[in-house]
């Protein structure tokens, strides 16, 4: 069974850090963009950052760019997503996705994917 599983999400104060896990089972991640994505409540879903199945190639949303950093460790099957900085405004439900074929920018820009996680709660407040 093919399957993403997002971890790390938290309670935190302004200022503060989380990092996300994104694992993925039934698959090898080596071919796969994979993404950060995020949605508020009564909001769209977004694409925070996505990485290219190398990791050479990384794309981020203006709003986080500088606080947030995605990197990917192949031999674990996992990708992060460090969280530096935090705001109220980055609360939401963050989800990793898959994807074959797109270019990060695609996927980061059109929020595409192949595979989806369940996703991980990220609330920043005081």
């Known amino acids: 069974q093919l399957q993403l599983v997002e971890s790390g999400g938290g309670l935190v104060q302004p200022g503060g850090s989380l990092r996300l896990s994104c694992a993925a089972s039934?698959?090898?991640?080596?071919?796969?963009?994979i993404g950060w994505f995020r949605q508020a409540p009564g909001k769209e879903r977004e694409g925070v950052s996505c990485?290219?199945?190398?990791?050479?190639?990384?794309n981020y949303v203006d709003s986080v760019r500088g606080r947030f950093t995605i990197s990917r460790d192949n031999a674990k099957n996992t990708v992060y997503l460090q969280m530096n900085s935090l705001k109220p405004e980055d609360t939401a439900v963050y989800y990793c996705?898959?994807?074959?074929?797109?270019?990060?920018?695609?996927?980061?820009?059109?929020?595409?994917?192949?595979?989806w996680g369940q996703g991980t709660q990220v609330t920043v407040s005081s």
């Open positions: 039934g698959f090898t991640l080596d071919y796969y963009a």
């Open positions: 996705a898959a994807s074959k074929g797109l270019t990060v920018q695609a996927m980061c820009v059109l929020s595409l994917g192949d595979y």
């Open positions: 990485i290219s199945n190398s990791g050479g190639m990384t």
